[in-house]
């Protein structure tokens, strides 16, 4: 008889100690993270000149992990977040190109930006992100990751039946990043297709071409469509269900001449709560005009001097 029971003690003992382990540990997303700091406005810059002085007047920056980071101020603003690219590796990323080129993972090239789009559900393309470009980020001193590329390997995914797991494998980089990096900030681009599963990983959202984008074919700029902006709405709105704490960053592409639009813009973002950022298509120059027209109680812009899409170039 006791030696029956034993085996169901042990049994019971593990279940209980798990039990304890999962209470302590939390999941990921219940880890206990300082809250975010609010987030007036933000700026993308990917330039290589020393833009450093401009840079340290927004409350967040995205940045290349090159570019020059600004100093903090007291206050502990700007919040830098380092660019890294989880479905596409880049071939003007040398080092870690020339690390992976020939892999079996490497897949096709996207021609518009010079890269190759990657199959994120192989172990190989995974370890690179978690034991070089993620831990270069946070040596670097930033405070956190901006994801980029998500909708590359979604678009293969929704395309291709053989590519079938590559959101659950988006899903499980975030939320392992997430246990890795506690305390680090996780932006996550655009990805709208896994954003409820992945929201309570993370702490920003990027939208692209939430009001205004610039047409690839004739390089104009155009308001986005309003079944497009529902599109979007629809998603971002399971996402903060999932989280809300989440905070949704609205790039919109303007004409540097179209002071309106770019009024139009800011004011369209926040009026839906989002933090928006305007500039051209490149993200080379830092733009202005979410500084120069700032946010104030009640309704409306303020204007601080010129109100155009002011440049630092």
């Not at 080092?95 to 992976?100: A, E, L, P, Q, S």
């Not at 190759?116 to 670097?140: E, S």
């Not at 497009?228 to 540097?256: F, H, I, Q, S, T």
């Amino acid at each position: 008889m006791q030696k029956h029971l034993k085996p169901l003690m042990w049994a019971l003992a593990a279940l209980v100690a798990a039990r304890i382990f999962l209470l302590l540990t939390g999941d990921a997303s219940s880890a206990d993270r300082k809250p975010t700091p609010a987030v007036l406005n933000w700026v993308c810059y990917y330039g290589a000149a020393d833009k450093t002085k401009d840079l340290a007047r927004f409350d967040l920056a995205v940045l290349d992990p090159s570019t020059s980071q600004p100093t903090k101020a007291a206050a502990g603003k700007p919040l830098k977040l380092g660019y890294v690219s989880i479905g596409e590796v880049d071939e003007h990323n040398t080092k870690i190109f020339n690390r992976v080129k020939g892999k079996r993972f490497v897949l096709d090239k996207n021609e518009a930006w010079n890269s190759h789009v990657v199959d994120i559900r192989v172990l190989g393309w995974r370890q690179t992100l978690f034991t070089n470009l993620f831990p270069d980020i946070f040596a670097k001193g930033f405070d956190g990751v901006f994801l980029d590329t998500i909708d590359s390997v979604l678009e293969l995914e929704r395309k291709n039946p053989k590519y079938q797991g590559m959101s659950e494998a988006v899903v499980k980089v975030v939320k392992n990043l997430r246990e890795k990096y506690p305390q680090g900030l996780i932006c996550q681009n655009r990805g709208l297709e896994v954003l409820e599963r992945t929201a309570k990983y993370i702490d920003f959202v990027l939208v692209e071409g939430f009001f205004s984008r610039q047409d690839l074919k004739t390089k104009k700029y155009v308001r986005v469509s309003e079944s497009d902006r529902e599109y979007l709405l629809e998603y971002l709105a399971k996402g903060k269900a999932e989280n809300p704490r989440l905070m949704v960053l609205a790039l919109d592409n303007v004409d540097p001449k179209e002071t309106d639009l770019a009024r139009e813009a800011i004011a369209f973002a926040r009026k839906q709560g989002f933090v928006p950022y305007v500039s051209t298509h490149e993200p080379a120059t830092a733009f202005t005009a979410t500084l120069n027209l700032r946010p104030q109680r009640g309704s409306g812009l303020v204007s601080e001097g010129h109100a155009a899409l002011a440049t630092t170039r």
